[in-house]
């Protein structure tokens, strides 16, 4: 019995919001877990301060999986992102008492090595497709072997996903959401005149994704992957939104552009139909959302009966805690696909110091004990937690879009 003595939630805002669980145990040694969901991250915290922490004290930290099933069953109220965003802050830092309890980096109890190296994606956007390609070619040149291209639609003051200006990118950009015009016919015209010119800049070689980030109906995500098919895309992310897992049989029918969804996902029964029914090719539910290394498992199994892959999450919004725990997952688990790699903020890395590293278009978690990510705390105080929410989007009447 590893007594859980303590636990408590920290907030900090090192050029963006994150939210940390830390668990302590009897012996001195603790877990973190990241419990940050953008936008709503007040809710989680909230969660575990006041109604999941409570109940962990005493608690046997060993005893991962009676946990886990303890809180989801036990809520009554299952599923839902803040609820599964708590519960996976929990797994988290029981998975990385665990290891260090054992002496040993986490991606050794969930069964070894499965590869040398967690291949990641980055991303490349600017405002034209010059800009992007230019962008991808400095990726590349640091050794991506994967790139996701984004680009400003002509006609379209602004681009979920584009930066603005030479600032670094991050989605979460306004103490109330800021409001953007979509037209989905521009859209549709831009993508594949980026990819055309994008492939024979770039080469065969290098993998490029894209993500429309739920913006298209299914037929119309249809008629984007069959644009898409003679540039070979690694994968065209989140088409459609996934709230109808059937809506994906429409898109299939039209086009075999590979497909992932999944980044919005938090449990086990929003990815049942797509990947029985093999509608998807990856899935991209990650640790931090998706009830944490347990349920993540659980995911991966069933997508590996229907051959998915996995290909995490990993936009700056998951803590530095989030990226190692989907690192060890991804090292380990037979069925990865790919990792996406969003670089932190310098102030975000000081203040989540960790032992993952990236060389040549790949990733590895590092061979210190546990997850291999600590909190400086007395860092995290220095930067107190500031509002910030995603863009809402507007069709260029005025409507909010409805689908
Ligand atoms: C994007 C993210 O990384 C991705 O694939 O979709 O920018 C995503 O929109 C944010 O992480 C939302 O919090
Ligand atoms: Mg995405």
């Known amino acids: 019995m590893l007594k ?41 915290a909230s969660y575990l301060t006041d109604h999941v922490i409570p109940c962990l004290i005493g608690r046997d930290a060993h005893r991962i999986e009676d946990i886990w099933q303890y809180l989801y069953r036990g809520a009554y109220w299952r599923r839902g992102p803040v609820t599964m965003s708590a519960i996976a802050a929990v797994d988290m830092a029981l998975w990385d008492i665990k290891a260090k309890v054992a002496g040993l980096p986490l991606y050794q109890l969930l069964g070894g090595t499965s590869r040398d190296g967690v291949m990641v994606y980055c991303h490349a956007n600017g405002k034209t497709i010059e800009e992007t390609i230019e962008d991808a070619r400095q990726f590349m040149a640091k050794g991506f072997k994967a790139v996701r291209l984004q680009s400003g639609v002509p006609g379209l003051k602004s681009t979920y996903g584009v930066s603005k200006g030479k600032q670094r990118y991050e989605p979460a950009d306004a103490d109330i959401p800021t409001e953007n015009l979509w037209s989905t016919e521009k859209y549709m015209r831009s993508v594949p005149a980026l990819f055309e010119e994008g492939r024979k800049q770039l080469g065969a070689e290098v993998h490029l994704l894209h993500d429309v980030h739920h913006r298209l109906t299914p037929i119309e995500a249809g008629r984007l992957g069959k644009d898409l098919e003679p540039y070979r895309l690694f994968w065209l992310e989140d088409a459609v939104a996934a709230d109808n897992q059937a809506a994906f049989r429409l898109i299939r029918q039209h086009t075999t552009t590979p497909l992932a969804v999944g980044e919005v996902f938090n449990s086990i029964w929003d990815c049942k139909q797509l990947v029985e029914e093999q509608l998807i090719d990856y899935i991209r539910a990650t640790v931090a959302h998706a009830g944490g290394i347990t349920h993540l498992r659980r995911i991966a199994a069933l997508a590996d009966l229907y051959n998915v892959r996995t290909g995490c999450h990993g936009a700056t919004d998951l803590s530095p805690v989030a990226m190692a725990a989907a690192l060890h997952f991804d090292l380990s ?22 032992a993952y590293s990236y060389s040549e278009g790949y990733m590895h978690p590092g061979e210190e004990p546990g997850l291999g990510v600590d909190i400086d705390e007395k860092a995290a105080d220095m930067y107190p937690y500031k509002r910030a929410y995603l863009p809402v989007n507007r069709l260029e009447d005025g409507s909010m879009y409805n689908w």
């Not at 830390?22 to 007040?42: F, H």
Request: proline share 5%.
């Open 4 to 44: 859980i003595e303590s636990a408590k939630v920290i907030v900090t805002c090192p050029a963006r919001n994150f939210v940390t669980l830390k668990i302590e145990t009897k012996d001195g040694i603790y877990g973190l877990g990241d419990a940050t969901l953008n936008g709503r991250e007040l809710a989680v």
């Open 333 to 354: 688990v037979p069925n990865f696909g790919i990792q996406e790699l969003m670089r932190h903020a310098a102030e975000s890395d000081a203040v989540f110091p960790h």
